[in-house]
């Protein structure tokens, strides 16, 4: 009778081991985060001045690279605002991502002419599809890098474009106010601190910006 309830109990013990390996199982994977949303702060974001049409090219379109231009052989002003960050992430498995980031900035321009100043606040906003890899993850932190290509929207000042119309066109020149281009962000390191409320910090380059601070939620 004994000899034949032992086969009996290692089954039960084997079933046991399985059912409590299951439930590990279920318990990482209920652990796992596929849903990822977020915002960020970019400053010095760049791309919308290397495709600008040819027929908004003029001194006043500079690369804007440190945020601040004027030049001796060019007396207008920019000033670039830093960029505002909003993401969307569907973590596939724990080191792929894929989503959507949308990024707004402004330009402020001033061009100083013989009759008066022309001023105004060219708005832009950029939409990239982007894929995210986290290539190292510790309890409370992951590292990654991601690629984002997409397009950018740009609003040109009334003011700005009247200058563009009437001055660097001549009168008969006639410009649109919107424009759209082809962009791309490059992150070169990422890391997230936290678990399922975290702060982020990226260093890359594009219109989100060149040095990244914000704060994401997965769920």
């Known amino acids: 009778m004994k000899k034949s309830l032992f086969p009996l109990f290692i089954l039960l013990l084997l079933c046991g081991k399985v059912a409590r390996g299951q439930e590990t199982n279920l318990n990482t994977n209920e652990s796992f985060k596929h849903h990822e949303i977020g915002f960020s702060i970019g400053i010095m974001p760049e791309g919308e001045d290397f495709w600008r049409p040819a027929s908004l090219m003029g001194p006043i379109y500079e690369p804007d690279f440190f945020h601040y231009r004027t030049t001796p052989d060019s007396p207008n002003q920019s000033y670039k605002v830093g960029a505002f960050n909003f993401h969307y992430f569907y973590n596939i498995t724990r080191k792929h991502s894929v ?87 490059l992150t070169l390191l990422g890391m997230r601190v936290g678990k399922a409320k975290a702060a982020n910090i990226e260093l890359g380059f594009g219109p989100e910006g060149i040095l990244e601070v914000g704060y994401s939620y997965n769920f």
Do not use: C, H
């Open 99 to 185: 989503g959507a980031v949308v990024s707004t900035t402004l330009l402020k321009v001033t061009i100083p002419t013989s009759s008066r100043d022309y001023r105004g606040i060219n708005t832009y906003m950029t939409l990239n599809a982007t894929y995210k890899f986290t290539y190292k993850s510790f309890p409370n932190i992951d590292f990654y890098l991601g690629v984002g290509i997409g397009a950018t929207f740009g609003i040109e000042a009334k003011e700005i474009n009247e200058f563009t119309r009437t001055i660097w066109l001549g009168d008969d020149g006639i410009t649109d106010r919107f424009f759209v281009g082809p962009t791309a962000q």
